[in-house]
């Protein structure tokens, strides 16, 4: 039974019923596919509805977790206790001369291509990745050496206690998948991107080429949350799990993909145990091989069935 269901039942009264969702299974939210479901799935329309819905969440001692494409994310089969608020309708995004203004929401890859047909250069790395801003800005997401620590101007946030702030490039503290961010669980409610103006044809000429290495790559084909561990310092995860030879190891529908052995996949009907069994057998096989720790860059949230 829905211990929170009398609190949705507040929360629709303001925030309307199509952005309250009740044990709403999470591998419809997720990239992996994977998840059991939440008590309660928030999906608000403003900034004051968000403030709104966290300072309601710690007035009653509620459990809260926000998310934004769900694209770096794995939940487990038992769920997740409590609410999460997902950003997804903070999907507004502006350009104003140089610089691109967007809701935390918004996906990465849609401001890369707002950025191009604008003429503006800085964010053709981010063409091919799945995340939102939100998310993106928590992790400094990168690729193809970029990173959005180098085409980022500010950021409002709002913190624990329901204060909003507006933080500058150096208060975000970027560093490799991490940030002020991740550290004080703020969440991101708007970014502001500084970018330059550049050659049309030579940014679309770029993001088609990192769009066909990624093809060429990664098994896009498949659900995953891209790359699974992080990178160890003066290694690389891909090459470290192919040398331990994982490469095609499974369990269960998780597998080690053969295309690409950084990502973990989903062949189909995976659950997150299998992910996370597999998961440790990477981790277990490289450690003994290499003597070497692979963390997970993947957030793993929930509860086991």
């Not at 089969?77 to 104003?96: M, S």
């Not at 995340?131 to 959005?148: D, F, I, R, W």
């Not at 550290?183 to 769009?211: M, N, P, Q, W």
Request: hydrophobic residues 35%.
């Amino acid at each position: 039974m829905n211990q929170y269901k009398d609190f949705a039942m507040e929360l629709v009264k303001w925030l309307g019923e199509e952005n309250v969702k009740i044990d709403e299974p999470m591998k419809k939210h997720t990239s992996f596919k994977v998840g059991g479901p939440v008590d309660v799935l928030v999906t608000p329309e403003t900034y004051d509805q968000v403030k709104e819905t966290i300072e309601l969440a710690k007035k009653n001692n509620i459990p809260y977790f926000v998310i934004g494409n769900g694209s770096n994310l794995l939940v487990k089969d038992g769920g997740v206790r409590g609410i999460i608020i997902k950003l997804c309708k903070l999907d507004k995004v502006t350009v104003e001369g140089e610089n691109i203004i967007a809701q935390g929401g918004v996906l990465l890859s849609k401001i890369s291509s707002l950025a191009a047909k604008h003429s503006l250069t800085g964010l053709e790395f981010a063409s091919g990745i799945p995340g939102s801003v939100g998310g993106a800005l928590t992790m400094n997401a990168g690729a193809y050496n970029g990173e959005v620590s180098q085409v980022i101007e500010s950021s409002l946030v709002i913190d624990k206690q329901g204060n909003f702030i507006r933080l500058s490039k150096e208060d975000l503290e970027l560093g490799y998948r991490m940030s002020s961010i991740l550290k004080h669980s703020y969440t991101v409610l708007e970014a502001v991107f500084k970018l330059k103006k550049g050659d049309s044809e030579k940014i679309y000429a770029r993001i088609d080429d990192l769009g066909r290495r990624r093809r060429e790559k990664q098994p896009l084909e498949y659900p995953s949350a891209g790359s699974t561990f992080k990178r160890p310092e003066g290694y690389f995860a891909a090459k470290l799990i192919e040398d331990s030879g994982l490469k095609g190891i499974h369990v269960g529908d998780a597998e080690v993909s053969q295309k690409h052995s950084g990502f973990i996949i989903n062949k189909g009907n995976a659950t997150a145990k299998d992910i996370l069994d597999l998961i440790e057998v990477v981790q277990r096989t490289v450690k003994e091989k290499f003597d070497v720790d692979l963390h997970t860059e993947v957030m793993i949230i929930g509860q086991d069935k």
